[in-house]
């Protein structure tokens, strides 16, 4: 942080251990690129750890200052949000009020002063869901997700509506729209991409919020944040723009700049999810 602003990273982690471990000559983690870039706050998701597990990975950045604040998946394994504030927050809460998903891993939120005055901060990991087939397995995922959304929603409507500034950021698991998936023809009966999905985010677009990374770049594809380890989706920017920021109207006016922080090549990736972060005035 410093006197001209502030910034908020989200980043999907894909498993907090996998993401600190240094896995070639030019891959050295998540945690030398923190100290590269150092934001002010960093959103984390699917970091599939407990707590104790969670804050050995990432004890160089608490040794140097950054406060933690976690919740993990009653599930092994599975979900996991975090905050990283260099910044004490003063105060936390876990999940949105649901008795389903606020022992889930998928949303954790904090209230912290960055200089401007108090701002809420959410880190959000929304369930992926699954298209709707004949397979139990994709009829659960589909329900579930459907189930989020229907709570989440009014969750959001009600955080637009107290008066405080608020970033809510992380793993959306929804493309808003065409310019959002490189291949959106091919994906329009797969789940991110399902049309209530995208139904839901304009719904919550036309509440008030902002999506401050299409502002800022336009109508245009992308910018992408997320790649299949599959294939050459990666070298040909094959990508989904399903990490972004959502943003209350008058902080969403003191945006100034919003970044995907893509690595080089494909080794130097430490998570198949690239940083995002929204740079405030």
Do not use: C
Request: aromatic fraction near 10%; proline fraction near 5%; charge should be negative.
């Amino acid at each position: 942080m410093t006197d001209s602003g502030f910034s908020i990273t989200t980043v999907n982690v894909n498993g907090i251990r996998a993401a600190v471990k240094q896995r070639n000559e030019h891959n050295h983690g998540m945690l030398p690129w923190l100290d590269e870039y150092g934001p002010d706050v960093v959103l984390l998701q699917e970091v599939r750890a407990t707590d104790a597990i969670a804050r050995k990975a990432l004890a160089p950045a608490l040794a140097a200052g950054w406060h933690l604040e976690h919740t993990e998946s009653q599930i092994k394994g599975r979900a996991g949000v975090g905050i990283l504030s260099r910044t004490e927050p003063t105060a936390v809460r876990t999940g949105f009020g649901s008795a389903e998903f606020d022992t889930a891993g998928r949303y954790l939120e904090i209230d912290v002063d960055l200089g401007g005055g108090p701002i809420t901060i959410g880190s959000l990991y929304l369930p992926s869901g699954a298209a709707l087939t004949d397979d139990p397995k994709d009829v659960e995922k589909y329900e579930e997700k459907k189930r989020f959304l229907a709570e989440f929603g009014p969750y959001l409507r009600e955080l637009l509506h107290s008066g405080r500034d608020a970033v809510v950021a992380g793993d959306w698991n929804i493309a808003p729209d065409e310019r959002d998936i490189k291949n959106w023809k091919g994906n329009v009966k797969n789940s991110g991409f399902l049309p209530h999905e995208r139904e839901w985010v304009a719904g919550v677009l036309d509440d008030g919020w902002v999506d401050v990374a299409r502002r800022h770049h336009g109508d245009v594809a992308g910018p992408y944040a997320w790649w299949s380890w599959r294939g050459k989706a990666f070298d040909n920017d094959a990508g989904w723009r399903i990490d972004y920021h959502l943003v209350t109207p008058e902080l969403a006016g003191r945006t100034r700049e919003t970044r995907v922080h893509r690595p080089e090549a494909y080794d130097r990736r430490w998570s198949d999810h690239a940083p995002v972060t929204a740079f405030f005035d």
